[in-house]
């Protein structure tokens, strides 16, 4: 499949694959903040994805292109960006 001008792919693993009941998404692209909301808009048993004041829920990780593990809701995310979702107590 192409990739869409002004959007991220959200890959799902583990616990969020299970809760959102597919293996990927596909969302426009913005600040991480904007992309957890249209994840949560998009599957409902990921309703706990942040916390009360917009950040990621500590049961959760999140990964740009899988090379590194972000905090910050207000880091902007550009077109073509596939963002990881897996659970914090995936371990190894």
Do not use: N, W
Request: aromatic share 4%; proline share 8%; net charge positive.
């Amino acid at each position: 499949m192409p990739k869409q001008d002004g959007t991220v792919i959200v890959e799902f693993y583990g616990i969020p694959r299970q809760r959102a009941g597919r293996a990927e998404l596909t969302v426009p692209a913005g600040p991480v903040a904007e992309v957890l909301t249209a994840i949560k808009e998009a599957c409902p048993g990921l309703a706990d994805l942040t916390r009360a004041d917009g950040k990621l829920s500590g049961h959760y990780l999140v990964s740009i292109d899988g090379k590194g593990f972000i905090s910050d809701p207000r880091q902007p995310l550009a077109r073509g960006t596939r963002l990881l979702l897996l659970s914090a107590d995936a371990g190894g």
